[in-house]
Structure formats: structure tokens, C-alpha cells
């Protein structure tokens, strides 16, 4: 069983930053393949970023590429989510995922049905 606690939301200004973090329980994290993934306001839920348990390989939505970029401490059991350049569409809720079945680039072409979620941290971004 892996507990995900998502932390580090808040509202900031359109150009600003924010580093989301995303802590699990459990002995196994180094295991699975870890993504985020957000859900505006009357919108569907959708993929943003995902790492290979090895951190090795990253995967990004294409409307977040290079403004965003995870990470991951397996040492730590926490992944982060760096978010520069933020502007008001980003506004959602960032939810933390963790599947120890699928791989990281297989999580970026999906939008649910990971192993584990957290409850998810809201940013906002005003104009």
C-alpha cells in the first residue's frame, strides 16, 4: 500500500513559480512509476508529467514542455513538480500518482486508473 500526499499549491501571479511536492509511504516507492496529473474546474482530468522509477526518464504534456520539470529522490520517497512560467490556464488541481504496474511514458498517454492517488493540491494562477 503507498500513501501520496501532494503539498506546495497556492495562488501566485501569471509568470511566477511553484514547486509542488508529492511525499509516499511505503518501502516501495523506488518501484513505481510516478506522475502528475490536474483537473481545471469543468474540465476533464489531464496527464502533465511523469518519471521512471530509476528517474531516468521524464515525459511532459506538450503544454507544460519547458516550463515544467519533475523530479524525484527515491532516497526521500518524494517527487516534485517545478512549475516556472506559470500562466492562468494552469490553473487546477495537481494530483500525484504513483503506478507500480505501468511505465512512466505508458502513465503519459492516460488520464486515471493508476495504482494510487493522492487527494491533490490547488494552484492558482491569477492574471
Known amino acids: 500500500q503507498v500513501q501520496l500526499v501532494e503539498s506546495g499549491g497556492g495562488l501566485v501571479q501569471a509568470g511566477g513559480s511553484l514547486r509542488l511536492s508529492c511525499v509516499a509511504s511505503?518501502?516501495?516507492?523506488?518501484?513505481?512509476?510516478m506522475g502528475w496529473f490536474r483537473q481545471a474546474p469543468g474540465k476533464e482530468r489531464e496527464f502533465v508529467a511523469a518519471i521512471a522509477w530509476s528517474g531516468g526518464s521524464t515525459y511532459y504534456a506538450d503544454s507544460v514542455k519547458g516550463r515544467f520539470t519533475i523530479s524525484r529522490d527515491n532516497a526521500k520517497n518524494t517527487m516534485w513538480l517545478q512549475m516556472n512560467s506559470l500562466k492562468p490556464e494552469d490553473t487546477a488541481v495537481y494530483y500525484c500518482?504513483?503506478?507500480?504496474?505501468?511505465?512512466?511514458?505508458?502513465?503519459?498517454?492516460?488520464?486515471?486508473?493508476?495504482?494510487?492517488w493522492g487527494k491533490g493540491t490547488l494552484v492558482t494562477v491569477s492574471s
Open positions: 500518482a504513483a503506478d507500480g504496474h505501468r511505465t512512466a511514458q505508458a502513465m503519459s498517454t492516460m488520464t486515471g486508473g493508476m495504482d494510487y
Open positions: 511505503g518501502r516501495t516507492f523506488s518501484s513505481y512509476a
